[in-house]
C-alpha cells in the first residue's frame, strides 16, 4: 500500500507513469497527479531530464494550488510534513533549478533571493503589482482654499459625533493617489466610501471639472449587488447636495470593469494601452482579489485616478493565489510615504462578538476560550461529546418555523425567517460537513412532522444559489426557501435588489441550504449563526475560516467544538507564502 493509502494502481490521485522523485511524492500523498503532470509536461518540452528541476516544477505549481504564490526550496520539506521523502538539499536544488533550460529562455522558472521558487508568471505579476502601485504619482498639495472646502466637507457629510474615526479615514484616503480600507464587518467602510465619493465629487466640481467618473466593483456578482445597495442605501443618508452631485451609482464585477474577453479569463478589454476611462475606482472585498487580477487592475486603472481597495484582510482570502490585501496592509502600511485608512469599531455587533471576534484576530486563544466558556447572551460554546440533542433543540424550533411560513405561502415571513439563523461547516463531507448537516436537518423535519421528505423540492427547503444569473438576478451566494403556491411550490428568493419569486425549475444552481460552507458564508450576515468546527487536524481549520464564520453573526455565535478544535483554529494561519508584502516594504 502506499502513502496515500490507496492499493489500486489506477487510483486518480496517482499520475499514470511516474517515475523516480515524481512518483515517490506522488505516491507519499506530496504531490497529485495534475502537478506531477505540469512537471514531466514542462520539462520535456524543455529536454531537462533533471529530477530535481521536474521536482521543483511540481512543488511551484503545489504551492499555487494552496493559494501560495512561491515556495521556499530551503523549507519546503519540513512544512509539508513529509521528510522522510528523498528531498534534494536547499542549496543544491536552487543551484539545480538555476541551471535549467526552464529558468532561461522563455522563462518559466525563477529564484527570488536565493531560495524561492515562482512559477515565472507569478513573480511578473507580483513585479507588476508593486512597480504599479508604487508608480502611480503623488498628489499635488491642495491649494489653502482647496483645504477650506474639504475640512467643511468632512465636518458636513460626517456630521454626528461618533464618526471620528471614518473622518479621519476618509481624510487619509483624500489625501493619497492610492488607498488602502479596512475594518471588520460593519465598521462603517461603506459608510466611508460614500463619504468620500462626495468629497471628491464635490472637489471636481469646485475645480470646474467635468462630472466624476466613478467606477464601483467587487470581485463577485454578489459582492458587486451588495456594495451596490449598500453604497446607494449610504448615498441616501447625505445630505443633498452631495447626493444630488453623485447620482445613481452603479457597481460590476470586476471581471466585467475590465471587461471579459470570450477568449481568455486572465486578460481583459482594459489594460495597460486601453485604460480604464475613471477619475475614481473602488474596489470591495478586495480580500477576494487574486494576485493575477490586481495585476490587471493595476495596468488598467489610470495612473492619475484614485484608487481605493477596501476590505478586511483577516477574512478568508481569494480561492486564487496570493493574499494581496493583507501584503498590501503590510507592506504599504511599513512604508513612510503611504497610509493604511484603517477602521476598528464595529457599529453592528454587539460588545461580545467583537470582543471575541478581536481576540480571534489577535491570536489569543486563551482570551478566545474564556470568553466561549463564560458565554451569555451572544456566545455560546457547545462542548458537548455529542452535540446533535443539543442543536437538534436549538436549531429544529427555526426550521419547522420555516416549513410552517413556506406551508402557509408566506414568503416574507420564510426569507425573514431563513436570514434568522445559518448552520456553518468548514467542510462539504464528513460527519462535521455540509452534505451530513443538510440530510440530518431533513430527517429531524421529517421526524417531527411525521411527513417523509422524499423530492429535492418541499416547502420550506432553503436554498442557496450556486451560480450567478443575470436574467433573474440572482447570484452565486443568494439565498431562498421553497414557499407553497396552491398545489405547487415556487422558489421565494432575497436577491440583492429585493425578493423575487419564480419556478423551482427555472432555477439551475442551487443546494439546500439547512448547512453551508463557511466560504459561501462570506460577504453574508444573519441575526444568529451556528459554527461546526472541523476536527483537530482539518486543512481547513485556520483563523482566518474561523474570524470569517464568527463574524457572520450579528446577534449570537454558537460554536459547537473541543477545546482543542477551538485552539487550533485560533493558532493556525493560512499561510501562502508571497513576497509583496516585502517587496512593497523594500523598494524606494
Ligand atoms: N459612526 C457610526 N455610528 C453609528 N452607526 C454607524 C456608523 N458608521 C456606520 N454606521 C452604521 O453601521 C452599519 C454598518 O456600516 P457600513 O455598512 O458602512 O459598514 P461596513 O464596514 O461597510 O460593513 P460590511 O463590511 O459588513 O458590509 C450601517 O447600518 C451604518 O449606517
Known amino acids: 500500500m502506499t502513502a496515500l493509502g490507496v492499493d489500486d494502481p489506477h487510483d486518480a490521485r496517482l499520475a499514470l507513469g511516474a517515475t523516480g522523485l515524481l512518483a515517490d511524492f506522488n505516491a507519499a500523498g506530496v504531490l497529485e497527479a495534475a502537478d506531477v503532470h505540469v512537471a ?75 531560495r524561492m521558487l515562482y512559477l515565472d508568471r507569478y513573480w511578473r505579476e507580483e513585479q507588476q503589482v508593486c512597480a504599479d502601485l508604487l508608480g502611480r504619482p503623488p498628489l499635488p498639495a491642495l491649494s489653502t482654499d482647496a483645504s477650506a472646502t474639504l475640512d467643511a466637507g468632512l465636518a458636513r457629510v460626517f456630521p454626528h459625533e461618533g464618526y471620528d474615526e471614518q473622518r479621519a479615514a476618509a481624510a487619509i484616503a483624500l489625501s493619497q493617489r492610492t488607498t488602502v480600507l479596512t475594518g471588520g464587518p460593519g465598521t462603517g467602510k461603506t459608510t466611508t466610501v460614500a463619504a468620500l465619493l462626495a468629497l471628491l465629487a464635490e472637489q471636481t466640481q469646485v475645480a470646474g471639472d467635468p462630472p466624476l467618473r466613478i467606477a464601483l466593483a467587487a470581485p463577485t456578482g454578489k459582492a458587486a449587488a451588495r456594495l451596490h445597495q449598500a453604497v446607494r442605501d449610504e448615498v441616501e443618508r447625505l445630505p443633498s447636495v452631495d447626493r444630488d452631485r453623485l447620482g445613481d451609482l452603479r457597481s460590476v464585477t470586476l471581471h466585467r470593469l475590465l471587461g471579459s474577453r470570450p477568449d481568455s479569463s486572465t486578460r481583459f478589454r482594459h489594460h495597460r494601452d486601453n485604460r480604464l476611462p475613471h477619475d475614481v475606482v473602488v474596489v470591495d472585498e478586495t480580500s477576494m482579489v487574486s494576485l493575477t487580477m490586481m495585476a490587471r487592475l493595476l495596468e488598467a486603472v489610470r495612473p492619475e485616478s484614485r484608487l481605493i481597495l ?124 455540509v452534505h451530513h448537516w443538510n440530510r440530518l436537518s431533513e430527517r429531524w423535519i421529517s421526524e417531527e412532522t411525521g411527513v417523509g421528505i422524499w423530492s429535492a423540492w418541499y416547502p420550506g427547503r432553503p436554498v442557496l ?115 509583496l508584502r516585502q517587496r512593497l516594504q523594500d523598494a524606494p
Open 310 to 433: 477596501v476590505g478586511d484582510p483577516d477574512q478568508l482570502t481569494s480561492v486564487e493565489a496570493g493574499a494581496v490585501l493583507a501584503d498590501l496592509v503590510e507592506g504599504l502600511g511599513a512604508r513612510s510615504d503611504t497610509r493604511i485608512a484603517a477602521l476598528s469599531t464595529s457599529h453592528r455587533f454587539g460588545e461580545s462578538i467583537r470582543t471575541l471576534a478581536a481576540a480571534v484576530r489577535r491570536g489569543d486563544a486563551d482570551a478566545v476560550i474564556d470568553l466561549l466558556r463564560a458565554g451569555g447572551e451572544h456566545v455560546v460554546l457547545v462542548e458537548d461529546a455529542d452535540p446533535v440533542p443539543h442543536l437538534r433543540e436549538a436549531l429544529l424550533p427555526r426550521m419547522l418555523a420555516l416549513r410552517g411560513a413556506a406551508e402557509q405561502g408566506d414568503a416574507p415571513t420564510a426569507l425573514r425567517l431563513l436570514d434568522g439563523h445559518r448552520l456553518l461547516c468548514a467542510h462539504r463531507d464528513g460527519s462535521r460537513g
Open 40 to 114: 514531466r509536461r514542462l520539462t520535456s518540452l524543455a529536454g531537462d531530464d533533471d529530477e530535481r528541476v521536474a521536482l521543483a516544477v511540481a512543488v511551484a505549481a503545489r504551492a499555487v494550488r494552496a493559494g501560495s504564490v512561491c515556495v521556499d526550496l530551503h523549507t519546503v520539506a519540513g512544512d509539508t510534513g513529509a521528510e522522510e521523502l528523498a528531498w534534494p538539499s536547499g542549496p543544491e536544488w536552487v543551484e539545480a533549478v538555476t541551471a535549467s533550460a526552464l529558468a532561461g529562455e522563455p522563462r518559466v522558472l525563477r529564484i527570488e533571493g536565493g
Open 465 to 579: 444559489v450556486t451560480a450567478n444569473d443575470y436574467g433573474l438576478g440572482l447570484y452565486n451566494g443568494d439565498a431562498g426557501v421553497a414557499v407553497r403556491r396552491g398545489a405547487g411550490l415556487r422558489a421565494a428568493l432575497e436577491a440583492t435588489s429585493g425578493p423575487v419569486e419564480v419556478a423551482p425549475g427555472r432555477l439551475g444552481d442551487v443546494e439546500t441550504m439547512h448547512a453551508m460552507t463557511i466560504h459561501k458564508s462570506q460577504g453574508s450576515q444573519a441575526d444568529e449563526v451556528t459554527v461546526l468546527m472541523p476536527p483537530e487536524d482539518s486543512r481547513l481549520l485556520t483563523r482566518e475560516l474561523f474570524y470569517t464564520a464568527i463574524t457572520r453573526a450579528r446577534g449570537l455565535v454558537r460554536v459547537v467544538g473541543t477545546e482543542a478544535e477551538v485552539r487550533a483554529a485560533v493558532e493556525r494561519r493560512a499561510v501562502r507564502a508571497s513576497g
